[in-house]
């Protein structure tokens, strides 16, 4: 087995040369086995997303879980979150999501859990891993049972969701991901949207784009319908379902952490505690509302194991990440699920005469770029982090470094950092003006490149 699949919040790798039926197999092999061994449970979920080799993938998985003595809740194709909420919905509170998330078509993977608290994450996951490559597991024979959460998750999101009067507009961009074939039955229960749909087969290929509308590239069919059909907005889902991204009724991407920002001015008053999370991709503009609002900013790591956790763990009202992940926790058990996130957009819109482009009115405006993907290796990433942050350091800068180098200056930041699903760096930067943009862009990406050529001939 590729000691590599296992990363900072998942195993994931490349379908069938590093995930396949036999690592699959030994992977519930050891799942079973550590459950009952590490945490004395017995049971737990199994669920998978619409790739094609799931099936296979999870069959081979739930028997070597079975094969453990561990018994088996099948879910069956959902989307991750409808898989996290079927966990709540049968008290399983821990299981397996065969998923590759908005990884390329011919990945796959397994995100598991072994709390309540969110998938697992650093040290669970390595400790997981030593666990499964010693092979020492148990035998037994156990059960599976079957469990729809369809019909139950979309009910629980119409309680969940209070829509106002106004008649919205509204484009799906399902991607061909697991959405598809939920999507336009959830959000037609609220009689006033009027849907477009579009990349809304179930089809794993991914033929009209990649499935991530953290990419800008990939919402431009999405875009494109919105001014066509004139929208009010367009909602984009990645490939499991659990990021959303949004287009305004000009046909703009509208930056995730803005997004974050309209749902804060939302809630702030609604709810009791008002520490809000952010991941070290956002930009300051959120930090700044949050404080203006009479709230506490909380920067916290990338990653949904760790946000998702951090959320739970400190019951904050809500959290989320400049990818797309996003978590309520005032009327929502902190599930990050797209399909729920595109409804409470909905519902602010519902209640208001505004424009989706004229709900952030009044932010602080910074310049920054979107994220910039830099292709390493697995093995250079976290080197290159670390020379970029001894170059930091050498300077005097004033850094963060909770997730890769977050270099804080007075007039902007700059942050490089090791994605933990594939081989590569992750920059973003911002600045007071579009002159220092350019100035602390060309610093750093300046910097990677010459790492780069370090460690990568």
Known sequence: MDKAIFREYDI?????????????YTIGRSYGSYIQEKLQRKLCAVGRDNRLSSPQLSENLIKGITDSGCDVIDFGLTTTPMYYYGCMKTNVIIGVMITASHNPKDDNGFKFSFDHLGNAR???????????????????????????????YKSFIKESISMGDRKIKVVLDCGNGTTSLYAKDIYSQFPNLDITMICDESDATFPNHHPDPAVPENNAMLIEKVKEVGADIGIGFDGDGDRVGFVNEKGEILPTDIAMLIYVRDIIDKVEKKIFLYDVKCGKSLEDEIVKLGGTPLCYRTGNSWTRYKVNKENLPFGGEYSGHMYFKDKWPGIDSGLYNGLRMLEILSKTDKKISELSDGMNVYYSTPE??????????FNIVDDVKAYATSKGYNILDIDGVRVQFEDGWALVRASNTGPNLTLRFEANTHERLEEIKNEFEGKVTESKTKYIQ
């Not at 994931?12 to 699959?24: C, D, F, L, T």
């Not at 910039?372 to 990433?381: G, H, L, M, P």
């Open 122 to 152: 650093g040290e669970q996951v390595y400790d997981f891993r030593d666990y499964t490559l010693a092979g020492k597991f148990l035998e037994g024979q156990g059960k599976v049972t079957e469990f729809d959460p369809r019909e139950y």
């Open 12 to 24: 994931r790798g490349v379908y069938p040369s590093q995930i396949n039926e036999e690592v699959a």
């Open 372 to 381: 910039i993907k830099v292709k390493v290796t697995d093995e250079s990433k």
